[in-house]
């Protein structure tokens, strides 16, 4: 089975501060890592994923996630936070060698980011 | 690339109706997934389709609920005798290529049961 833990429900920064949003995964096999984000009453948006090769990786808007096989984290980074930036941040995971195509998502952690 | 689109955004229905949702991936994608999302939760996976094949389905798709892909197109989700347990955001995501591409999420339908 495959799992993922946001311990944060809430993460608050100020704006300019770097931010960090929390996650770990577990599953049986190699993992295949993402992370998305969801403003009120839209879908999820992609902002970067995590196949293999090199455990930092960048995506969209600045954000950036740091791949840790040994602590089966993979946590979510920005420099230099916006206000535009507060949402809700889920992570998620897919067990490459399951044979199964599904993600499971965390339950999110809200964002907030104080001008 | 008009990204995937969900029809009705809202529903609000009566239990023990029937109710239908609609999701266009986007065009050149062969596969489509379907999550439900409940409030303070994370999208929980409840079938997928590659082109009109139904490959997979979760154990939370009870037999109240149905999907089709006819064509290997768009998609319809049916639910049967609707409870006050299926109120929820359900979404509809799509991707394309092999299967290393992030899957691109429509805005849902949020049902709400009276």
């Known amino acids: 089975a495959q799992s993922v833990a946001q311990p944060e429900d809430q993460v608050n920064v100020a704006e300019g501060n770097p931010l960090t949003v929390k996650c770990t995964y577990s599953?049986?096999?190699?993992?295949?890592l993402f992370w998305y984000v969801q403003y009120p009453n839209r879908g999820l948006q992609f902002l970067l994923k995590?196949?293999?090769?090199?455990?930092l990786v960048k995506g969209s808007y600045g954000f950036e996630a740091e791949f840790n096989k040994s602590q089966t984290s993979f946590h979510l980074k920005k420099p230099s936070a916006l206000v535009s930036d507060s949402a809700l941040y889920f992570c998620?995971?897919?067990?490459?060698?399951?044979?199964?195509?599904?993600?499971?998502f965390g339950k999110g952690t809200m964002l907030l980011v104080s001008p | 690339d008009t990204g995937v689109s969900q029809d009705p955004r809202h529903k609000i229905t009566k239990r023990g109706q029937n109710v239908t949702f609609r999701c266009d991936p986007i065009?050149?994608?062969?596969?489509l997934y379907w999550y439900r999302q409940t409030l303070g939760q994370g999208p929980e996976f409840l079938t997928y389709?590659?082109?009109?094949?139904?490959?997979?389905k979760s154990r939370l798709l009870s037999d109240r609920f149905s999907a089709e892909r006819p064509k290997g197109s768009f998609s319809t989700l049916e639910i049967q005798r609707t409870e006050q347990g299926d109120s929820a955001m359900y979404l509809c995501?799509?991707?394309?290529?092999?299967?290393?591409?992030?899957?691109?999420f429509g805005d849902g339908t949020r049902l709400s049961i009276l």
């Open positions: 995501a799509s991707s394309g290529g092999g299967d290393f591409q992030p899957q691109h």
């Open positions: 599953v049986s096999g190699n993992p295949y």
């Open positions: 995590y196949i293999t090769g090199d455990n």
């Open positions: 998620a995971v897919r067990d490459m060698n399951s044979g199964y195509s599904t993600l499971t």
């Open positions: 065009s050149e994608h062969n596969r």
């Open positions: 389709f590659q082109n009109e094949a139904q490959l997979e």
